[in-house]
């Protein structure tokens, strides 16, 4: 019995985000990005007006574990923008990010946004397959826009998906 438990599949929540968490987010944000936010980064955004976002949360958890994913949107003026996503190392592949881009997706439909934009790693295949799966189209390029940990230059893909 206590074998399955322990193989027990993760099971999330997708909740709004709370001021409270950007100490979560800033550390999961660190751990999956080069340049990672700190939390008064995501304090300082989530104080501006049409910033908002989602917080996954582990509902079958023994223990209390690091937060296992977020998504930071801004939406204005019938335009919205991804800020930021991050998936827990440990749990990416299971849906986690599409669950919480499809939250952000409905949320800035209800606030009346007609396309919505990102940027992404030009090599980072994972999120570039969600975001395809998601209808997202590469709408332009910017050169030498990321810069990993050994100084390495990167290409950002900037991304477009039309809402209505």
Avoid at 14 to 41: Q, T
Avoid at 47 to 62: D, H, I, K, P
Avoid at 114 to 125: M, P, Q, S, Y
Wanted: glycine share 10%; net charge positive.
């Amino acid at each position: 019995m206590l074998e399955a438990y322990l193989t027990l599949k993760p099971e999330f929540e997708i909740v709004p985000i709370d001021k409270a968490d950007c100490s979560a987010i800033a550390a999961l944000h660190a751990e999956r990005f080069a340049r990672g936010w700190g939390d008064g980064e995501f304090h300082g955004l989530l104080s501006q007006e049409g910033v908002f976002g989602y917080v996954a949360r582990q509902t079958n958890a023994l223990l209390k574990k690091p937060l296992p994913g977020f998504v930071l949107c801004r939406e204005a003026a019938g335009e919205a923008e991804i800020l930021t996503l991050a998936v827990q190392a440990k749990v990416a592949r299971c849906g986690l990010g599409w669950r919480l881009m499809q939250a952000a997706l409905r949320e800035v439909r209800s606030r009346g946004a007609e396309t919505i934009f990102l940027e992404v790693d030009a090599g980072n295949v994972a999120a570039l397959g969600l975001y395809h799966r998601l209808g997202f189209e590469k709408v332009g390029e910017r050169k030498g826009y990321y810069k990993d940990a050994s100084g390495a230059v990167s290409t950002a893909l900037v991304m477009r998906r039309v809402l209505r």
